[in-house]
């Protein structure tokens, strides 16, 4: 079993920032990957952001150039940058692991116009 904590959502204006962290503990020996599901109110869960365990990322082309992921695997943790947010970047952020998927319990983040 993997567990994932995540923290740093909230409430930001148009084109703010805010940083998402998601921490994993338990089997973490079976995580390759990492990354950043979000879903907003009446749409489907989607990809935002990937890393894997050597570094290599993959956005959503609706985040590239506003959004980086990054990784620091001697903490188990995995980190979101949002900058130039937008209020269609409002939904919940959900932490996931690859390739056993394991998900976080989610963080809200609001972007006001």
């Known amino acids: 079993q993997v567990q994932l904590v995540e923290s740093g959502g909230g409430l930001v204006q148009a084109g703010g920032s805010l940083r998402l962290s998601c921490a994993a503990s338990?089997?973490?020996?079976?995580?390759?990957?990492m990354g950043w599901y979000r879903q907003a109110p009446g749409k489907q869960r989607e990809l935002v952001a990937t890393?894997?365990?050597?570094?290599?990322?993959n956005y959503a082309d609706s985040v590239k150039g506003r959004f980086t992921i990054s990784r620091d695997n001697a903490k188990n943790t995995v980190y979101l940058q949002m900058n130039s947010l937008e209020p269609e970047d409002t939904g919940v952020y959900y932490c996931y692991t690859a390739p056993r998927v394991y998900w976080g319990q989610g963080t809200q983040v609001t972007v006001s116009s």
């Open positions: 338990g089997s973490i020996y079976s995580i390759n990957a």
């Open positions: 890393i894997t365990r050597g570094g290599s990322t």
